[in-house]
Structure formats: C-alpha cells, structure tokens
C-alpha cells in the first residue's frame, strides 16, 4: 500500500487550534466527564464511601461519551447527538471498540507485569520456576513485549476516530493495513497533544521531591485544574486523530 504522507506537527498542532476554536463544543461534551468527578468528589466530601467497581465504570463511560460526542461535533457540526447519543448505532458500537481495545491493554499490562517480575527478581509468579535463565528470559521478552505493545498501539490508535467519523465498526485489519508506515506520525501526534498534561504532571512530581507540601499539589484547585488539562488535552487528541484520519484514509477513496 502506497504511503500517504501527513505532517504530524501540523496535525498535533491543529489538534489544539481546533480544540481552541470550537471550545463551546468542547465544553458542553466535556460536561459528562466533569459531572461524573464533581458527583465523585460531593460523594467523598460527605463521607460516603464509593466502591471503585462504580468509579471506574463511571469515568470510562463518561469520558467514552465525550469522546463520540466531541469527535461527532467536528465530523457533522452539530451537537445534536449530546442528547440522541444512547439512541445512535454508532455510539454503541464505540463503546464496544473502546471496551474491546481496554480489554486487550489490560490483558497486555498483566502480562508485562509478569514478564517484568520475571526479569527483576528471576521467578515466574505462582509458578515454582526461577533462576538466572529465567531473568534472562524474561528481560528480553520485556523488551519485545514493550517494543510489540508500543508499535501495535500505535498502528491501532486512529480507530476510535475511524469509528467516529463514519459511525460504522471495521476489522483491525483495515486499520493496520492503512496505518502501515504511519506508528511514528501518531507517536508524534500523541506526543504533542498529550505533552501539556504529561508537563503538568511532571512538575507536580518535581514540587513533591523539590520539598513542596503533598497537601497543596492534591488541593482542590490543583485536581481541578488536572481534571480541565486532563479533558481539554483528550480533546485536542481526539481533534488531531480526526485529522490524521481524513488524511490517511480518505485519500486512499
């Protein structure tokens, strides 16, 4: 398959522009995610304890919500679907992609941390094999698994916007073949968008080991603020995956 050659400096650089210019739309999508922290938080406040079982599950659909509506909005212009969205084909079928996609990461991430106990401490956990052979295993099947993880993540992250834009749910195969030559653009693109929120976190850590009060960095101001960079940087994510979608894939119609 021929390459398609996109900039991805321009794109995660346009992410953030479009973010910035629909900002009412983003705002009224981003209502879901912050209403389920404010209800999180409230419950907290009056001493009631909420089971992670419900936080969780509570956040992945608001910020899934988000996400289709967000990405809807700029596809068609409209914001029609914050209230049709439970009634739509589509968001259902969005739901399914992105739960399918959390299942395989979180099988993923189990077997990397295996694989990485293996390669610190030389043993396989719950089995009754250990040694230095082990470690060596280990330590090179870490690096291939990472290297795996990373390339097919990256080869895969655009589907949630093909899923979007077109309303309808293809094979993987679709994605990978047309994302072929294309892992480092989003790596680029993903870079970009998410550094802000990657920043902010960093100089969170910087103040804690610099001596800086742990009460003052989770205040609520600071979870606040987490909380809006968290969401606008998704958005502009999301705006710069749309982006690089068109460009990949519809020059290929």
């Known amino acids: 398959m021929a390459r398609r050659d996109i900039d991805p400096f321009e794109i995660g650089r346009r992410g953030f522009t479009i973010t910035f210019r629909e900002f009412p739309i983003w705002l009224a999508c981003a209502v879901f995610p912050f209403a389920a ?28 919500i988000f996400d289709w509506c967000w990405m809807t909005a700029l596809c068609r212009s409209t914001t029609l679907q914050l209230l049709t969205f ?63 993880g990373i390339w097919a993540g990256l080869r895969l992250m655009i589907w949630p916007a093909h899923c979007a834009a077109t309303g309808k749910l293809v094979w993987p195969r679709t994605i990978w073949r047309s994302m072929q030559d294309h892992s480092f653009d989003m790596l680029i693109i993903a870079a970009i968008t998410i550094g ?49 979608y068109f460009g990949i894939f519809t020059r290929a119609n």
Do not use: K
């Open 86 to 148: 439970p009634a739509t084909r589509g968001f259902w079928l969005f739901l399914i992609l992105l739960a399918g996609l959390d299942a395989a990461w979180w099988v993923y991430s189990n077997a990397l941390g295996i694989i990485g106990f293996a390669a610190i401490t030389g043993g396989v956990l719950l089995i009754d094999l250990e040694g230095p052979l082990v470690q060596v295993a280990g330590i090179i099947l870490l690096v291939l698994m990472l290297q795996l």
């Open 37 to 64: 922290a404010v209800l999180v938080a409230l419950a907290r406040r009056q001493s009631i304890e909420v089971s992670p079982w419900i936080v969780e599950p509570a956040r992945w659909i608001a910020d899934a």
């Open 196 to 244: 802000p929120l990657l920043l902010f976190a960093g100089g969170q850590l910087l103040a804690l080991r610099g001596g800086a009060e742990a009460a003052l960095i989770g205040s609520t101001p600071m979870l606040i603020a987490d909380l809006i960079l968290s969401v606008f940087t998704r958005g502009a994510f999301d705006a710069a995956a749309l982006v690089a």
